[in-house]
Structure formats: structure tokens, C-alpha cells
């Protein structure tokens, strides 16, 4: 059964920095490109950043670009999101995301909350 | 960036009613790459549909997808009580990925 398990969320004050990790199971986890998507409370869905199998090629949302940092730890079956200078309109909670065969993501995590607040 | 727009915002219906829900593209989506996501309260997104029409793994099917190019349709042909949620759609065939603001399904 696959499953993703983010964690590393919390409250943070802004300019700030989290390290998100999500740790994945039951697939091969270093032959999937992965994601984090995020959604701001009672918004809509957003992708964040993408990487691919073996990290050579990153992409970053404009919004996030120079801020977040995507990387993986294959033999962890790790995938992070190190965010630094936080935003208030970084708070959200954030997915990572598989992709199936057909590219679409087929598998998402629970989520884990950012605040970002004074 | 290619923007998706969903119409309705809000969709009201009856338990055994035929929901249409669009999902317009502001450029051609690559390839057909638009899938289609489920998503409850407190709940991850779900996939429903992938390459515009394609049901995804243990999806019921009442729902379907169509379209191409820039003009996408998902059909939940009757509705369930456990249909009434948030739908959105996605391109996956262009960087930046892009989502749609969705389309609420409520209970009339």
C-alpha cells in the first residue's frame, strides 16, 4: 500500500524557517519524480515545487522561487521542503504527491499545517 | 502559465442528479494532460480522472471525463451522497502545473 506521511509543520513567525519532510512506502520511491502542493485554508489547491528522480532537474512556483528548496534522500525514502523567509501567505497545509505512469498524482499525504504568524 | 477556470463556483443538487462541471484552459493543455480531483473536508485531494477521460484505480463509473484542447467536462451521472465535495481540475502537460479555483458540489 503506498503511503506518504508528511511531517514537519507548526507555527512560525514571519522570516522564518521549516524543514517539511514526507516519508513515503510501498512503492519504489527513487524512480518517481515528486511534489508538494499546498492549500491555504479554505482555498484552493497550488503546486509548490517538483523534483526529479534523481534531483538533476527542480522546478519552483514563482511565489516560492529563492525561498523554498525541494530535495529527496532516496535512501530514506525522503522527500523535504526546507522554506526560509516565510510569508503570512505561506500559511497552508502542505501535500506531498506521487505521480502515477500516466503523470497525474495519484497518491497524496495527509498534510501538514504551516502558520506563519507573529 | 496556462490558468484554469471552473464554472460553476457552486453546483446545487439532488442526490440522484447529473452534475457537469467545466474546466476551461486558457491555452491548449499538452497532450491531454488534465486530470480531475475529488477533495472533502479535512481530506487530501483524490484522482478521479487522468488524461481528460481516463478513470482512475477503484473510481465508480459515474464518473467520466471529457474534452480536449482547452474545453474539459467532468459528468457525475447520478449523484451519491458521498459525491457532494469539492472538485478540481489540473494540467500536468506544462510547467508551471496549474490548478482550477474548483467547483463545490452542495446538497439542495
Known amino acids: 500500500e503506498v503511503q506518504l506521511v508528511e511531517s514537519g509543520g507548526g507555527l512560525v513567525q514571519p522570516g522564518g524557517s521549516l524543514r517539511l519532510s514526507c516519508v513515503a512506502s510501498g512503492f519504489t520511491f527513487n524512480s518517481y519524480w515528486m511534489y508538494w502542493v499546498r492549500q491555504a485554508p479554505g482555498k484552493g489547491l497550488v503546486w509548490v515545487a517538483r523534483?526529479?528522480?534523481?534531483?538533476?532537474?527542480?522546478t519552483y512556483a514563482d511565489s516560492v522561487k529563492g525561498r523554498f528548496t525541494i530535495s529527496r534522500d532516496d535512501a530514506k525514502n525522503t522527500l523535504y521542503l526546507q522554506m526560509n523567509s516565510l510569508r503570512a501567505e505561506d500559511t497552508a497545509v502542505y501535500y506531498c504527491?506521487?505521480?502515477?505512469?500516466?503523470?497525474?498524482?495519484?497518491?497524496w499525504g495527509q498534510g501538514t499545517l504551516v502558520t506563519v504568524s507573529s | 502559465e496556462i490558468v484554469l477556470t471552473q464554472s460553476p463556483g457552486t453546483l446545487s443538487l439532488s442526490p440522484g442528479e447529473r452534475a457537469t462541471l467545466s474546466c476551461r484552459a486558457s491555452q491548449s493543455v499538452t497532450d491531454s494532460h488534465l486530470a480531475w480531483y475529488q477533495q472533502k473536508p479535512g481530506q487530501a485531494p483524490r484522482l478521479l480522472i487522468y488524461?481528460?477521460?481516463s478513470r482512475a484505480t477503484g473510481i465508480p463509473d459515474r464518473f467520466s471525463g471529457s474534452g480536449s484542447g482547452t474545453d474539459f467536462t467532468l459528468t457525475i451521472s447520478s449523484l451519491e451522497p458521498e459525491d457532494f465535495a469539492v472538485y478540481y481540475c489540473?494540467?500536468?502537460?506544462?510547467?508551471?502545473?496549474?490548478f482550477g479555483q474548483g467547483t463545490k458540489v452542495e446538497i439542495k
Open positions: 489540473h494540467q500536468y502537460g506544462s510547467t508551471p502545473r496549474t
Open positions: 523534483i526529479s528522480t534523481d534531483g538533476s532537474s527542480i
Open positions: 488524461g481528460a477521460s
Open positions: 504527491a506521487k505521480p502515477g505512469s500516466n503523470w497525474a498524482l495519484d497518491y
